[in-house]
């Protein structure tokens, strides 16, 4: 497999086509942004966990019958991934209130969801990736009703086996971002899953183990991202 000319660059990973149409290569940076991109640095390191962590976790979702884009470990921070047509929804996935969801609803950051809250985002960084309903997604034709009820229902089944993941980790699964795809008529999951699309709260002390750490200048920024990979490394050795 080669890797061939760049196809897109984003926020977070290169986009790089390959000799063979059916496959992309992924690099995975160190840049981090937040605020719909008004705050931007580096995260030492940051590429290497989240494309190892996110290798792990794919691995776990195949294992679980959740079909997903990755391929294979290219390098520590490259991953060979298939060409998806992707979904212009990003599905993110409540446990617990937090972030913006504590703040629209005026609750308490930590309180406890008594079931798995799901929200729909249209992608679109010039918009700032509003919130919309189904009706929305019907209405502007970014995806069909069978389409917005496999990626929920992909997203509570990845939800899941998070949790059970992240529970032997010593860890709480807040909440995280999913972003999906289509290849041969079929819903796959793309993007990835690490401390930069998910919440992650260590269990006892309620220590923050994500992006947040850069968002609101916490410090131990690449302590956490590391700390993150070594327990579920560590959990998924286990299983």
Request: include cysteine.
């Amino acid at each position: 497999m080669e890797k061939l000319e760049l196809l897109y660059e984003g926020k977070a990973k290169k986009v790089f086509l390959t000799d063979e149409p059916a496959y992309y290569w992924v690099v995975y940076k160190d840049d981090a942004t937040a605020f719909n991109g008004e705050k931007r640095g580096q995260i030492l390191d940051k590429g290497v966990v989240n494309n190892q962590l996110s290798a792990l976790f794919f691995q776990a979702m195949e294992k679980a019958g959740i079909p997903t884009h990755f391929v294979k470990i290219m390098d520590e921070r490259e991953m060979l991934v298939k060409r998806l047509e992707m979904i212009p929804l990003e599905v993110v996935v409540r446990n617990v209130a937090a972030g913006s969801l504590a703040k629209r609803l005026g609750v308490e950051e930590g309180y406890r969801l008594p079931h798995p809250v799901i929200e729909l985002y249209y992608k679109n960084d010039a918009l700032g990736d509003p919130l919309v309903n189904e009706s929305h997604v019907s209405a502007m034709g970014w995806a069909d009703a069978e389409m917005v009820n496999t990626v929920q229902t992909l997203g509570l089944a990845v939800n899941e086996v998070l949790q059970g993941i992240m529970e032997k980790a010593g860890i709480d699964l807040i909440d995280f971002k999913l972003e999906f795809g289509v290849a041969d008529g079929r819903v796959i999951l793309g993007d990835e899953i690490s401390p930069d699309t998910c919440r992650f709260w260590d269990k006892e002390t309620q220590e923050k183990l994500d992006k947040d750490r850069f968002r609101r200048d916490l410090g131990r920024v690449e302590e956490a991202y590391l700390e993150v990979y070594r327990r579920v490394k560590e959990a998924l050795l286990n299983v």
